[in-house]
Every structure is written in C-alpha cells, then in structure tokens.
C-alpha cells in the first residue's frame, strides 16, 4: 500500500531537518501557499504531547533508515549543517513523528494529521515506520504535483497512526514487564546479598561501577585459584574462599538498592586495591553452593543444555549407534562357523566403536554389553588362532660356533615351516621366526593375549629348548632390547589406559623351580639357597592354582614391574650360587597376577582376575654319559629337568587328546600351570633352536616336543566372569 521512500538527496534532506523544529500552530511551514498544489504539514499544537510542546525535541535525521542513495552515505553530527531554505514552489513538507519506545518521548500522533496530505505522505510514512529512533523528517520530492490527498488516502494514514499506536502500546506493556522483572531480580539480589555478606572481604564486599550508564553488580565466584588473582589484584588469597567476581548487568536502582554505599567502590579501585589475607571460610566449595542456593531459595529456571551439552548429546548418540551397528554386523558375522577373518574384523570394528562411546563419555554400564560381545569375539579369535600357539625361533650361529666352522643345519622354508637340513625332518608351526628377525617380529602375535589377559582368561608364555639356544633372550631380552615380558607389561598397561574407569591393580611374583623345590626370587634365601616357610602349592575351588607364601609386588606401571622382574632376576643368581646350581636346570616362572573391577550391564561391580606367567624353561638335552657319572649334582638336575619336561609333555597330550585324565599332579611345574593349561587359558609357546649342526639332534628332540604340544584342541568360550572350571583329574 505505501511505496518505497523516494529517493531523497541527503544533503538536502539534511538540510531541511536541521532548520525544522515542531513548529507552533499558524507557524508559516503550516499551511501551505493556497493554490500553489505544493502543500507543507507541520504537526498541529494540539496533537504533540505537552512534553513535546514545552520543549521541542529537536529533529534528528537517523539516515540508515534511508535507502543510500550515494556510495560514502554522511551521518548527521551535532555540528549544525548549513541551513538550507525551503522552497515552497518546489517542495512539500511533511512531519512524521514516530513514537520511539525507547526514548518514551511522545505518542503517536498520526491519526490526527490533517486530511489534505500529498501523495509523499505515503512514501513518508513508509520510511518513518522503519525508523528505530525518536523523529524523522520526510520532504517530498521537488516536482510531485500531487497537492492533496483524497480521503481515501487519509484512511489510510489513520490506519498506519494507528498501527503505530498499538506497537507502541506493545512497547509499553514490554517495559512494564522489564520493570516487573528487575523488581524481582532486585529481590533475589537482596536476598543472594544477604546470605553472602558473611563470606565477603571486608575490602571487596561488591564490585560496583559506580558512575557508568550500565552498572554492574557483582556476584562472588567461589575458590578461583591463587594465580588468577595474583595475576588480577597482586595478591593471594591463603584460604579465601569468596573472591572474584561475575558481572551481571541490572538496572541501576537495584544495585543501589542492594549495596550498602559503604561497600560501595569503583572498579579500579577494587582490582587496584591490596586486599590482603581474607577471613578462612571453613567450607567446601560444594557446601558454599549448596547453602547459598537452598538459603536463598532463588526461582530459576529449568536449565537449558548448552550448545556444549548439545554437541556432548550428538557425539554420544552417534556414537550408540555406531557401537549398535557394529554388534549388529559383528554378530551376523560370526553366526554358523566363521572363518579367522570374519571374526577378527567383527572384534575390531566392535573394539574402534567401543573406544569411540568411551572417548564420547558413554557410561560403562552402558557398554558393558558390547563390552562382553567384544570379549567374547576377542577369545573366539584367540581359540581359532590356536588356543596353545607353538612358535619356533632359529638364532644365529654364536662366535663359538663359527669359530669351530660349525654349520647351520637348520633352513626356514617359509613363515610356518623348518625343514632339518641334515635329516630331511619337517616342522610345522603357527610361525617361524628366522635368525634376522627382531624381538619385536616376534612380539607381535603374542601382544594380543594382554587382552586376553585383561578379559580375564590367564595366559602362559613358554620359552623352551636347548641350552644356549636363545631361550632367555627372547623371553627376557637384553639390556639394549626388551624381550617377550617387557614388551607384555607396556601392552598390559596400555590396555589399562584404554578403560578410564576401570580399577585394575597388577602385581608382579617370580620364582624358580630347581630339582622340585619352589623358590621365591622375591624373598630372602638362606646360605642353602632355602626359605622358610617354603613355597606350597594348593588349588583352590575355584580351580585357580594359589601358590602359599610367595611375595606378590603390586606395580603401577610397566617399568615398576620390570623392576619387580629384575630383582628377582639378580636374586636368581645369588640362589645359584648358594645352591650350586645351574642356570639352564631351572625353571624360572614370573607371574603378572591381574585383578580388575568392571562395571556391570546393572551398574554393579564384577571382579575379572587372570595371570600372565612367563615361564623360562630349563635346557632340555640330556648330559653325556661321562659327564653324569662324573657330577652327582649335575645328574640330579637333569633328571628333574626331564622328569618336569616330560610331564609338561604328558599334560599338553592329554589335553590334545581330550583324556579325562589329565596328569596335571605328576610334577611341581604341571601342578604350578594347572590353571594355565586346557580350560579357557591361551599358551603361547616358543621353542628356541640353535642352528648349529653340533647340536641338532637335541634340537630335534626339543622340536618333536613342540610339535606335540601344538595339537592342544579349543575348549568352548565361557563368560571371563564366570568362576573357571578345574580341569578334570581324577
Ligand atoms: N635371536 C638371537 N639373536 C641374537 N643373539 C641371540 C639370539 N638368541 C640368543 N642369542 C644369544 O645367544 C646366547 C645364549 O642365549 P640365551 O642365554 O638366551 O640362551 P638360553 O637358552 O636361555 O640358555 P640357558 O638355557 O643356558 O639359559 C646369548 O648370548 C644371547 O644373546
């Protein structure tokens, strides 16, 4: 209905609103020359407000409510621009005065402007109903003959007066409510006022700006830290419980209100003033919160999330969903009878999802489902790996050998076979590990039973094989390079790191098993390489293997476990010395005992324990004929030895062989894996070869061993949680 704005030279407009004020009635800008069709409006006396009318505001133009109309629009200044002078002949003037709720400084008065408008009225009142501020000035343009409207058109301007009249009528009922709710704010600042009184520095009770147009009160903060307010104020607060303020702007009348002007100062003198030690407030920050918000009993309003907690929401959902499709996929995956791939890929994707809705802030009762599917999809690939993994591992020739021009009688035919040169023999195994390949080549398939380990099923590395053939090496490495154990102590604890809640507690034992006799590597020995009381083996009924009064170290980190390891290492030595024994006619078995809290699907707490025992076997070959008659001691320890390895032999065919009879009782150190070997537990053994032609037919002996040690069959998956089933014996 109304047109756009002319478009108005701005420069003149400018000019035009600096000479006019709200003229009186019969002023000469009043009426218009008659019969010249170019009309003047001013206001009539009677419709601008008394305030107007004692003292005319003067009339500003606000140009952005202008279309521009050249590139560099110019804003109005407080100079005065040169007055321009009207034309009647040219011009016809018009004054639209907007009603500005903001400044409250008239009403609308636009109903009762005079019928006889030109058509720039139209164009006039469009423009001053977008302008924000209080009085604009609209000229019509030269040359628009128009020079009176029809009442069609004064209809038209009562109807925009009075659309104008109902904002500001909006506009008032708004400022009403504002006023309404700083009243209230006014109260609950009191009443907020009051209770903190007591918890306030003498010197900063509130903050106030005193003499600015927006005022500011301040709100304590509780306990910020001491740097922040040395850095702010030069000073610390020793125990200080109140001292930093937030700043709420409120109106003016409520600040005063609530401060009593004797804690009333300006800001800089607060942030420069030395406020020095404050009264100790002998509560938490909690309790601080909870009195002041119960005492004041402050109305608020539902919490609204933050755009943080939104975002925290999206992440975590996606998240659930992720974890949903993988289980989904996981389990179609593993229906009927999966091939390695499948499951592996299932666990993986599965353990990614998982990882993913913890870092998202998932609680862990919310995956402790997905949790136990990963396990179980854990241990299915672990038991279709091979539930006890034999691996081989050919070490170079030693100067000794070279030096004696032996030969390597030994040849890696590729990843999984070694064929014996000189016999024609065949080995297969779940991997051979060649002369050049490093500790961490061999590491690599074994690091994933730390999960295993962490799920809860126990674990047995095996290091076995001839003297000298590399057995301690591997399962101990050297100072310069970490063999099997270390490497497994960091996997373990990264596995820790990975459950930001769980409660896990490891600790470490270690002892030698010489010619039948337990010894703790972490407990004094006496001249005779005994303790007392000696080491005792019992199984309890849970079927779990305990071993009476051997040392338990607990250890918070990998390099505390390597020291618990390497203690028993130099205690090891000195039992030898004192027992004339030697080393390779040992056994020396470190154990990694883990206990761990998880939470359950119901929010309850399931104990998961496990072992991880890294056993160093003694030599295997038999001592020459000479040589056992000529040592009684000598003698004795190899007999052990075979006896042990022999019995270890037994027990891994028995198990091959689903006998009901296992002969787990036939030797100390069956006894001592009882709960290690068959069931649920994952052995990993590693038969060390010298390559070395002078010694291949006790390497072949040890091979065979190997060999029969690999045909142990998978048993079906049980819960990690669930109390383990003694293997049968009878
Ligand atoms: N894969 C290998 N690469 C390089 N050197 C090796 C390797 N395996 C073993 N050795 C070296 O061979 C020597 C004998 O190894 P180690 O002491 O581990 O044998 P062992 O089987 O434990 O002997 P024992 O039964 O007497 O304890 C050591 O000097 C070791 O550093």
Same mark, same amino acid.
């Given at each position: ?313 999206? &992440?975590?959902? +996606?998240?659930? *969903? ?7 996929? !996981?389990? @179609?995956? =593993?229906? #009927? $009878? ?55 591992? &050919?070490?170079? +020739?030693?100067? *000794? ?7 390597? !009688?030994? @040849?890696? =035919?590729? #990843? $999984? ?314």
């Amino acid at each position: 209905m109304f047109g756009p704005p002319s478009p108005l030279s701005k420069s003149r407009l400018r000019g035009s609103l600096q000479s006019r004020r709200l003229s009186p009635r019969g002023s000469p800008r009043h009426r218009s020359p008659a019969g010249e069709g170019k009309v003047s409006f001013g206001l009539p006396n009677e419709v601008v407000s008394p305030r107007f009318r004692s003292k005319p505001a003067p009339i500003k133009l606000e140009e952005e409510a202008f279309p521009p109309e050249s590139s560099s629009p110019k804003r109005a200044t407080s100079q005065t621009p040169p007055a321009k002078e009207w034309n009647p002949e040219t011009e016809a003037r018009v004054q639209v005065l907007c009603a500005s709720p903001a400044s409250g400084a008239a009403t609308p008065s636009f109903a009762v402007l005079p019928p006889h408008l030109p058509d720039g009225v139209y164009r006039s009142i469009s423009v001053a109903s977008t302008v924000q501020s209080s009085e604009s000035v609209i000229v019509k343009e030269p040359g628009d003959d128009s020079s009176l409207v029809s009442a069609a058109h004064a209809a038209a301007l009562a109807a925009a007066a009075e659309a104008m009249r109902q904002e500001a009528a909006k506009a008032s009922t708004a400022r009403q409510q504002l006023e309404d709710q700083s009243r209230r704010l006014e109260a609950q600042l009191a009443a907020t006022s009051q209770i903190l009184q007591p918890l306030l520095s003498p010197h900063v009770q509130q903050v106030i700006h005193t003499n600015q147009p927006s005022k500011h009160f301040a709100v304590p903060r509780i306990n910020p830290p001491a740097q922040v307010l040395r850095a702010a104020h030069g000073y610390a607060a020793p125990k200080a419980s109140v001292r930093m303020v937030h700043r709420v702007s409120v109106p003016p009348r409520v600040v005063n209100q609530v401060v009593s002007p004797k804690h009333v100062i300006s800001l800089p003198e607060a942030e420069q003033a030395n406020c020095g030690p404050q009264e100790d407030v002998d509560m938490t920050r909690d309790q601080q919160m909870t009195s002041t918000s119960s005492s004041v009993g402050v109305q608020t309003s539902p919490a609204q999330p933050t755009r943080e907690a939104l975002a925290e929401q999206e &992440v975590q959902d +996606l998240a659930r *969903k992720q974890i949903q499709e993988a289980t989904d996929i !996981a389990s @179609r995956d =593993v229906q #009927g $009878t999966p091939s390695l791939k499948e499951v592996k890929e299932g666990r993986d994707l599965l353990r990614q999802a998982i990882a993913k809705g913890r870092a998202a802030g998932l609680p862990e009762e919310e995956l402790a489902r997905s949790e136990q599917h990963r396990r179980r999809l854990h241990n299915l690939y672990q038991d279709l790996k091979g539930q006890l993994r034999v691996y081989c591992r &050919v070490r170079p +020739l030693n100067a *000794k050998e070279k030096r004696i021009g032996d030969k390597e !009688a030994m @040849r890696v =035919v590729d #990843g $999984t076979t070694l064929e014996v040169r000189s016999t024609g023999d065949i080995f297969e195994f779940d991997g051979i590990f060649g002369s050049s390949e490093s500790q961490a080549d061999v590491f690599e398939d074994c690091s994933d039973l730390a999960q295993s380990a962490m799920d809860g099923q126990s674990v047995t590395v095996f290091c076995y094989g001839i003297t000298g053939a590399g057995k301690t090496y591997t399962m101990y490495g050297t100072p310069e390079e970490d063999g099997l154990a270390q490497r497994m102590f960091g996997e373990l604890f990264a596995q820790v790191d990975t459950i930001p809640q769980a409660n896990v507690t490891i600790m470490g034992s270690m002892m030698e098993l010489y010619n039948n006799y337990l010894v703790d590597l972490l407990r004094p020995i006496d001249w005779q390489g005994r303790q007392n009381p000696p080491l005792s083996l019992k199984l309890d009924k849970s079927g779990t293997v305990q071993v009476e009064g051997l040392a338990r170290e607990p250890a918070k980190d990998p390099e505390e476990l390597k020291a618990v390891f390497q203690r028993g290492l130099e205690q090891r030595s000195v039992a030898e010395n004192a027992m004339n024994a030697e080393s390779s006619r040992s056994h020396v078995i470190f154990t990694v005992f883990l206990t761990q809290d998880v939470i359950s699907q119901q929010g309850g707490v399931e104990r998961i324990t496990s072992k991880l025992h890294f056993c160093d076997l003694g030599g295997c070959e038999r001592l020459k004929k000479t040589e056992v008659e000529q040592d009684r001691d000598r003698r004795l320890e190899a007999i052990e030895i075979n006896k042990s390895l022999s019995a270890l032999g037994d027990v891994i065919e028995a198990i091959a062989k689903k006998r009901k009879y296992i002969p787990y009782r036939n030797h100390k150190l069956t006894q001592l894996l009882q709960d290690a070997l068959g069931g649920n537990a994952k052995a990993l053994m590693y038969v060390n070869c010298s390559p070395a032609q002078s010694s291949i037919k006790e390497t072949v002996t040890a091979l065979k061993l190997a060999n029969r040690a690999k045909r142990i069959v998978n048993q079906p998956w049980e819960s990690p949680t669930s109390p383990r089933r003694p293997a049968p014996e009878r």
